[in-house]
């Protein structure tokens, strides 16, 4: 990984490990991402694939470099399960493709939204997953490229991902004999309700799974199954306590904002960095 | 209302252990449900409160059995958890008031939706709830009525709910030392995603705590997360084999058709009970 520009904040450190995912701020271009992202010392950068259209992917890691921010990982992978094999053979081969640009960019790692199907069972959707995954991890090793099944809250169990807890990752995980390169990425949203999740959290620590940790909020009410995720304090989750037990299972990554909203979203995102920014500092200081 | 035809079923009895909840045709009065329910082979009604109101208890448990159905339960207690011990003991004497009412009325059982406290942890709001139907129980007892610890999907468990699966429910009731008059109330809508779904319904038919068993489907898009849920066979839960599972363990009860659908709700409500026992003999005929 490249180097690392010092952070420069009133309060040394305050912001440390923030990481801003390029989907939270989607208003903005990749390269006006690389010119804000700095200033409110966010040190980290997820990038989504669609903010990579159109660019030459080795310039766009250089870039990310001399702005001084650090690729976390690419968004996303994933969607293996479909109902026949000529469509399962697709998805791995767009996996293949994101493994190429994740190396090409210098991500380290790739997030897997594993996918589902409505209608098909998701014990068949997870032996799919773990399928698609098998097919796909020699080319990850290979590129030095790791991944990370990302849990998906139970609420997008029908399309999104039929793997909604901690427990069935691991599980895959297991299934497939514990590769190196196959982690688990732990977001805020997606498993706070779990009453397993510090237990699953040290466990991800014991088996050098844990290698992203999402965060964001929960709503009262969410208005939008998709698209009314909440700033850090704004609602519900304890995030303390969580980050807590991340930091115990010895996670020291970047601690990424990912955050999906139609309200924040129709704000300027110059303000919506400057409150994650605030936010962040609020949480972690 | 229009008059309906009465539906002569080429299958007799195919509609057997039909139940129809108050709130899913809710645009019709309870004098209504009572005489357009039967001319669809529904023979059980579960009871929201609002239903009951400015009427005289014991003739409505009178005329409900004069129009031929049997009163499944009582919807719904519970919300013990708040943040100060007042509203803690509101709640108390709210659920006892319900026990009295489930007792005029001849309801067997009353649904608990059990609460949660947006930012209060949900390992203290379940300690609230154990305690809040520990509170209640000798009551219910007493009355002859039993309470049904209903699981909550994940995505209410912010602020309806912090029981979200059907192993914190055998949690509480194990915490309480398995009492007679305790047991679970099993929604599809809020556990087909659980992996552990199918062992956990035989635990509890094994225990004895089976009490309840409620149908719907999940839609794919959901576009609201309260009112949003399918009629059986529009959605993807397998509801076959979620029934074939709950009659495994015994169960022998009514399975209760409950849809909170603004969509439903605008159709002509005679219309959307004779989709309801289509869809219910299309399903177990």
């Known amino acids: 990984m490249s180097p690392q520009a010092p952070i420069f904040s009133s309060h040394p450190g305050a912001a440390a490990r923030l990481c801003v995912h390029t989907i939270t701020t989607k208003q903005l271009s990749l390269e006006q991402c690389l010119e804000e992202f700095p200033k409110r010392d966010v040190s980290g950068i997820t990038v989504w694939r669609q903010a990579l259209e159109g660019r030459e992917l080795a310039g766009v890691g250089r870039r990310v470099r001399e702005a001084g921010l650090e690729v976390v990982s690419l968004c996303r992978g994933g969607f293996f399960p479909a109902s026949d094999a000529a469509a399962r053979q697709r998805a791995v081969d767009d996996n293949l493709l994101a493994i190429e640009q994740a190396h090409a960019i210098g991500a380290p790692l790739i997030v897997l939204v594993c996918g589902a199907v409505p209608g098909q069972s998701l014990v068949e959707s997870r032996k799919q997953i773990a399928d698609g995954i098998a097919a796909v991890l020699p080319a990850a090793a290979q590129a030095g490229v790791r991944l990370a099944i990302e849990p998906l809250h139970p609420m997008y169990a029908d399309d999104r991902s039929a793997v909604n807890t901690m427990g069935q990752a691991h599980a895959i995980c297991d299934s497939l004999g514990s590769p190196e390169s196959l982690g688990i990425a ?100």
Not at 212 to 229: E, K, M, Q, S, V
Not at 234 to 242: A, Q, T, V
Request: hydrophobic residues 45%; aromatic residues 12%; charged residues 25%.
């Open 186 to 285: 732990v977001d805020a949203y997606h498993v706070w309700w779990d009453p397993e999740l510090e237990a699953q959290l040290a466990l991800a620590g014991r088996t050098g799974r844990l290698l992203a940790f999402h965060i964001c909020d929960w709503l009262t009410p969410t208005g939008d199954l998709l698209n009314d995720r909440g700033l850090m304090g704004e609602g519900c989750i304890s995030l303390r306590e969580m980050s807590a037990w991340v930091d115990a299972a010895g996670f020291t990554g970047h601690r990424e904002v990912e955050i999906f909203s139609h309200r924040w979203w129709a704000t300027e995102p110059g303000h919506f960095l400057d409150e994650i920014a605030a936010s962040y500092r609020r949480l972690y200081s």
